[in-house]
T-cell receptor, first 118, second 113 residues
Framework: GQQVMQIPQYQHVQEGEDFTTYCNSSTTLSNIQWYKQRPGGHPVFLIQLVKSGEVKKQKRLTFQFGEAKKNSSLHITATQTTDVGTYFCAATLTPTNAGGTSYGKLTFGQGTILTVHP | ETGVTQTPRHLVMGMTNKKSLKCEQHLGHNAMYWYKQSAKKPLELMFVYNFKEQTENNSVPSRFSPECPNSSHLFLHLHTLQPEDSALYLC????????????FGSGTRLTVV
């Protein structure tokens, strides 16, 4: 079954409003990545979080990794029409080996489809 | 261009046809992947190759057959597909499997008729 749950599935906002998507797992995550897929496009890597409680920012985007490393969020401040698309989280559920190299796999969430109304 | 090139961009094939999807990357990445993206479903991992060796086959039907002749090229051979196999097939590559972001190709939009 789905081990990485992402909510909400859809979000409609007016331009200028904030937006948040959440990613949750019952399993401790080794890392979490976020991707954006524009309509008709392909997923594009945005960022990776690996440390408990980590917060990273990219302009209007703020990414957080939970203290227990079981959840993450992406927050967009003052959305613009260029923010439209599907935002995916992707996490590693497989433990890494002692050398830090993992040939495990990323498990993607279902994605949140963001629509921004001008 | 993303650095990962997929061809063809669009493909329509009958259920009795045999076709191949091609993926090429010159980013120096060691790992390559095939994903299936269907409407209203999460990205589904199909196959993983690390250093040309297949390390993951995610219970994919045998009508999908991957091939990785070298670390820069990846193929997905298709035969006797079903209409429910219609989807966007995405190739991706990364430096290592999970500690680096994936670079995705633009995908092949496959329609099985």
């Amino acid at each position: 079954g789905q081990q990485v749950m992402q909510i909400p599935q859809y979000q409609h906002v007016q331009e200028g409003e904030d937006f948040t998507t959440y990613c949750n797992s019952s399993t401790t995550l080794s890392n979490i990545q976020w991707y954006k897929q524009r309509p008709g496009g392909h997923p594009v890597f945005l960022i990776q979080l690996v440390k408990s409680g980590e917060v990273k920012k990219q302009k209007r985007l703020t990414f957080q990794f939970g203290e227990a490393k079981k959840n993450s969020s992406l927050h967009i401040t003052a959305t613009q029409t260029t923010d439209v698309g599907t935002y995916f989280c992707a996490a590693t559920l497989t433990p890494t080996n002692a050398g830090g190299t993992s040939y495990g796999k990323l498990t993607f969430g279902q994605g949140t489809i963001l629509t921004v109304h001008p | 261009e993303t650095g990962v090139t997929q061809t063809p961009r669009h493909l329509v094939m009958g259920m009795t046809n045999k076709k191949s999807l091609k993926c090429e990357q010159h980013l120096g990445h060691n790992a390559m992947y095939w994903y299936k993206q269907s409407a209203k479903k999460p990205l589904e991992l199909m196959f993983v190759y690390n250093f040309k060796e297949q390390t993951e086959n995610n219970s994919v039907p045998s009508r999908f057959s991957p091939e990785c002749p070298n670390s820069s090229h990846l193929f997905l051979h298709l035969h006797t597909l079903q209409p429910e196999d219609s989807a966007l097939y995405l190739c991706a590559s990364s430096q290592e499997s999970v500690w680096y972001g994936y670079t995705f190709g633009s995908g092949t939009r496959l329609t099985v008729v």
